[in-house]
């Protein structure tokens, strides 16, 4: 009797894998870190970068690896990519701003989330009042805002990172905007030189 139960779950298991569903989830969650990859430059940004002076690069793999986000495992199947890498200066004000992909395939891998990532150069490293802040409560403090649309952190020694659903260049345009503008106003005090 159970040599005929291991038979009929082994069946149904089989069974399970020709259904519609089950070709589908093949084709959706291809096995391959390769095939995740995006390979050609996006013409949106390549155009944005070029009608405002600025340099665009395909390649972002300096921003992997654990330096600005949480590293991802490093194992079959999961994986990062960081590219259409955007610089330039907003403003007076110096900033990247680049796409992160991040997928894991099989099992529970669901779809690839892909984030906009900004770092910002700021007038100089923040005062230690403003570093024990958050940078939204910081600049609350200084009678500015940070847009509410993503997530923004300081790094050392002088960058405020954000990163959010930012994929359009109208967002990214926006969120430069509102942000340098307000460092242009801040006062000298709260930078450390």
């Not at 150069?121 to 009042?129: A, F, K, N, Q, R």
């Not at 009678?143 to 509410?148: F, I, K, Q």
């Not at 994929?167 to 709260?190: C, K, N």
């Amino acid at each position: 009797m159970p040599a005929l139960v291991g038979t009929i779950r082994r069946w149904r298991v089989a069974r399970r894998k020709l259904t519609l569903k089950g070709i589908v989830n093949s084709l959706v969650r291809p096995g391959s870190d390769a095939v995740q990859r995006v390979t050609d430059p996006d013409p949106t940004w390549t155009s944005w970068a070029a009608e405002r002076g600025l340099e665009y690069q395909h390649d972002g793999s300096e921003f992997e690896g654990g330096r600005y986000h949480e590293a991802v495992p490093d194992r079959r199947g999961v994986g990062e990519q960081c590219y259409g890498v955007v610089r330039g200066t907003w403003n007076d004000t110096p900033f990247a701003y680049f796409l992160r992909k991040t997928w894991r395939v099989g099992g529970r891998g669901g779809p690839a989330q892909t984030s906009g990532n900004l770092l910002i150069t700021l007038p100089g490293t923040p005062i230690p009042d403003l570093l024990r802040m958050s940078p939204a409560e910081a600049f609350k403090a200084a009678g500015g805002e940070l847009p509410n649309t993503g997530v923004f952190e300081w790094r050392p020694p002088d960058l405020l990172f954000g990163h959010g659903r930012w994929l359009e260049p109208q967002i990214v345009t926006g969120i430069l905007q509102r942000i340098t503008a307000q460092l242009a106003l801040a006062p000298a005090e709260l930078w450390q030189r």
